[in-house]
């Protein structure tokens, strides 16, 4: 199983590769890094979050079937009102 943040250490490496090679500011660095690591992150649990068979390999719920409206919902006493109630 993998999981958001192996996926951004991984993506951590990377980026440290190719910042290492053009010789920035340490501060400009580290700024860098960390941006790259919480664009990882995002960018990986959006991923996960929206492609269905995803889900459980990053530690999500599965997501909820969803269901056609029902016209019953639109009755007055399913929405809670009593027949003399008119909305």
């Given at each position: 199983m993998s999981?958001?943040?192996?996926?951004?250490?991984?993506?951590g490496f990377v980026?440290?590769?190719?910042?290492?090679?053009?010789?920035l500011p340490l501060g400009i660095?580290?700024?860098l890094?960390?941006?790259?690591?919480?664009?990882?992150?995002?960018v990986t649990y959006e991923v996960a979050r929206?492609?269905?068979?995803l889900r459980p390999l990053f530690g999500l719920k599965p997501a909820a079937v969803s269901?056609?409206?029902?016209?019953?919902?639109?009755?007055p006493i399913a929405r809670g009102l009593s027949s003399d109630d008119t909305a």
């Amino acid at each position: 199983m993998s999981d958001i943040h192996s996926n951004s250490i991984i993506s951590g490496f990377v980026t440290g590769h190719y910042l290492a090679k053009e010789r920035l500011p340490l501060g400009i660095e580290a700024i860098l890094l960390i941006g790259a690591t919480i664009a990882s992150c995002f960018v990986t649990y959006e991923v996960a979050r929206r492609i269905r068979p995803l889900r459980p390999l990053f530690g999500l719920k599965p997501a909820a079937v969803s269901r056609s409206h029902s016209p019953a919902k639109d009755w007055p006493i399913a929405r809670g009102l009593s027949s003399d109630d008119t909305a």
